[in-house]
């Protein structure tokens, strides 16, 4: 089948195409990008027309760091529903991170998963593996083995490495392959019972908090190991001012580092759990209003590469528990595109940054062919409206996890038609794009 | 008012109304019958998820004096233990055609959770490291017994502040009703940010006795919780005694018509000395005593919300 999306406003960074254009979509693949405007092309009369007069066609979003929950906790997503979510949110490439049960610790684990993605997944999944046996931080995984199977990158993400000579190792053995080390950074010691952030709001609710510390002191012995072994490291979900800072340092001296935040941490302060909400519950916590500027600061010079979703779906039950008891997280995908283009909207971000945020960076970090239009390759398109406004309703997400705190808000600017393994994929807000 | 969940979301007015109407219970009980059917017909269940003797008393007593049927409900006789969730714990009590629920939790904000899944009335006996209300109306209440009046009275609080929802409370409660605050404790129990998050510019930290005792006219002491040794808080419970207890010569730095309050039960020799607490200053018995008519005065007010609604 061959897709004819025309007119589109197309924005790639990977080829700097930014203007009025046509694709021209064969078998699934980009066949063509036509610029100028005079040379339309002429459609036969089998393809398929998308009109995307007044849209923005980019490159299919890459999310470095989601969960997908399968194997194990297919209460809360499975590959099925957490692909599908994707697409909706414009994402055409998932990282589904190893908190699974058993753990995505070895090559069988990772090939289950990539098997199911293949036969189910609405959009590409690609596994990252455990640095450690069980995530249990004390003994290496098989990170070669995993690799060959199909892990893009290791992390024992929800939990830090804490004993420093085991990620010093991890940080030498991984140069083998080439892939980052992602590092959830959290001094347990720290961090042991606490909820939300240290500060203005855990003294106010009398919930314990985790202080910004926590964070920064594991990024600051990351940064010195990552400048010790010469290993490639990525810090996850960056959430404090400090920790931006350090990052910044340590670019400026050259070591191997790159950085995601997500959208929740220049949206939201710590503000946000007021009443207990436990849909604002997320590790690392919400932070302050410096931590915020801070972080879209990181965004605008470059510090912060990447923005990510940390999509941490949850069942109901669970978040209607205790404070103390609720698992953390947010259920991000449907939302995080719509989150950051308010980024775009204030001026933050051109739209070509974030095409570069969440799209052209992870999959350039990660080393996997996708944030990008070149000709060839499977076509992974997002169309956006910039202006479409809608209000957020959990309960119309198709991931399994309703659990968002931006439940009620009313957004700007969403995807409205994905294109992923020569599908399309029209956003039920979206109306009828891609059904002529 | 239809729950009582925390002192923070009190106004002025509605903490001076609580007291006023505990006064005139306080005079209920000095009559030789200390019942009045107010509540009659009506069921209070107390769920304490953590243990508690004398909350759970003070509250059961103050219900039966207000002759309301009285359920309670503790853990480990409960289904808890067998992993029902809290909400269908709640959901099935719902079902009893409960009026008020007495929720006392070792978790923070688990009173508000139940306030939105249930029609009952909540009333927070102590949630976590949150608050609990009813200790801070009864404390102001026995100030005002004693002193008269708060606005401008010099109140220390010393000990763990950091784990404690008496001290959160009293913290709401006394800067609303203008008493000049005061804490002392050692810096690993002071939690971060005070001003800012009670919002009072003029709360004073000591983490000396001597400093912070100096002429004040209440002192508030807490119990300092064993388990918090060994946690890396203080090195023991001798050298805490040492620094912070409170002894006869450390209170003459007081005001001389000093009075000294604890919300029990007390650790003598570890928080404060048997000379203390047995002494003329001490009002911790009073206290106890003050803690029915507060209670009764919450279920009448809270009642009686329900009525006009």
């Known amino acids: 089948m061959n897709i004819l999306i025309k007119n589109g406003h197309i924005i790639d960074p990977s080829q700097d195409i930014d203007g009025i254009g046509d694709v021209l979509i064969e078998n699934g693949r980009i066949k063509e990008i036509i610029l100028r405007p005079s040379m339309v092309m002429q459609r036969a009369p089998d393809w398929k027309l998308i009109d995307a007069t007044g849209l923005y066609v980019l490159p299919g979003l890459v999310d470095m760091h989601c969960h997908l929950r399968e194997p194990g906790f297919s209460h809360k997503e499975t590959i099925r529903t957490g692909t599908l979510a994707g697409l909706k949110g414009g994402f055409t490439s998932l990282c589904s991170m190893p908190n699974t049960n058993p753990v995505n610790d070895n090559e069988t684990v990772t090939e289950f998963i990539l098997r199911k993605a293949y036969a189910e997944g609405a959009c590409y999944v690609y596994p990252v593996g455990a640095i450690t046996k069980g995530q249990r931080g004390e003994e290496l995984a098989e990170l070669g083995r995993m690799h060959a199977a199909g892990c893009v990158a290791f992390s024992d993400d929800g939990r830090p490495v804490m004993n420093s000579l085991i990620m010093r190792r991890a940080l030498e053995y991984s140069k083998v392959f080439e892939v980052p080390i992602i590092s959830h950074c959290e001094d347990l010691a720290l961090s042991e019972g606490g909820v939300v952030n240290e500060g203005k709001v855990s003294t106010r609710l009398g919930l314990k908090g985790i202080p910004k510390e926590a964070e920064e002191i594991m990024i600051a012995r990351d940064i010195m190991l990552a400048r010790l072994t010469g290993g490639r490291l990525h810090i996850a979900h960056v959430s404090t001012k400090r920790g931006v800072e350090l990052i910044r340092r340590a670019k400026e001296e050259g070591i191997n580092i790159s950085a995601e935040t997500c959208p929740h941490y220049f949206t939201l302060t710590e503000e946000a759990v007021v009443d207990y909400n436990t849909n604002a519950k997320v590790n690392p916590p919400l932070r302050t209003e410096e931590d915020l500027e801070a972080i879209i600061e990181g965004l605008k010079d470059g510090t912060i590469d990447v923005i990510a979703t940390d999509h941490a779906p949850h069942h109901r039950d669970e978040k209607l528990q205790e404070f103390d008891r609720a698992p953390s997280g947010i259920s991000g995908l449907e939302t995080a595109l719509s989150l950051s283009l308010k980024l775009v909207h204030e001026g933050h971000l051109s739209l070509k940054d974030l095409v570069l945020k969440m799209s052209f960076n992870p999959a350039r970090i990660l080393g996997i062919p996708k944030g990008t239009l070149r000709q060839g390759l499977p076509a992974d398109i997002v169309l956006v409206d910039l202006n479409r406004e809608f209000k957020v309703n959990s309960e119309s997400f198709v991931s399994l996890g309703k659990n968002t705190p931006f439940d009620g808000w009313t957004l700007k600017g969403m995807a409205v038609l994905t294109i992923c393994k020569d599908i399309c994929n029209p956003n039920d807000l979206g109306s009828s794009y891609g059904s002529q | ?309």
């Open chain 2, 1 to 309: 008012m239809k729950h009582l969940l925390g002192i923070r979301d009190l106004s002025t007015e509605d903490i001076q109304r609580i007291l006023q109407t505990a006064g005139s219970f306080k005079d209920v009980l000095k009559r030789d019958i200390k019942k009045v059917p107010t509540l009659r017909g009506k069921t209070v269940v107390n769920l304490f998820f953590e243990p508690s003797t004398r909350t759970r008393t003070s509250f059961e007593l103050a219900e039966k004096r207000m002759s309301m049927d009285v359920l309670n409900f503790s853990v480990p006789a409960s289904a808890v233990v067998k992993g029902e969730s809290l909400l269908d714990t709640i959901r099935t009590i719902e079902s009893y055609e409960i009026d008020y629920m007495v929720i006392r939790h070792q978790s923070s904000g688990v009173p508000h959770l139940i306030a939105k899944h249930t029609k009952a009335s909540v009333i927070n006996a102590g949630d976590g490291i949150n608050e609990h209300p009813t200790q801070a109306l009864l404390d102001a209440f026995t100030i005002l017994e004693k002193k008269g009046r708060i606005a401008g009275l010099k109140i220390v609080i010393v000990g763990d502040i950091l784990h404690s929802r008496v001290a959160r409370s009293n913290i709401f409660c006394l800067s609303k009703l203008g008493a000049k605050l005061r804490l002392i404790g050692p810096p690993t129990l002071l939690p971060p940010a005070l001003k800012e998050a009670f919002l009072i510019d003029d709360i004073e930290v000591f983490y000396r006795m001597e400093e912070g005792l100096e002429d004040v006219d209440v002192v508030m002491m807490l119990r300092i919780q064993r388990e918090r040794q060994g946690k890396g808080f203080f090195p023991s419970e001798g050298e805490y005694f040492k620094l912070w207890g409170l002894t006869e010569e450390r209170l003459r730095l007081a005001r001389p018509d000093v009075i000294v309050m604890h919300p029990g039960p007390m650790n003598r020799g570890i928080e404060i000395s048997s000379e203390v607490a047995d002494g003329p200053s001490s009002v911790i018995l009073d206290q106890v005593t003050n803690g029915i008519a507060i209670r009764m005065a919450i279920l009448y007010l809270l009642g009686n919300q329900r009525e006009i609604r």
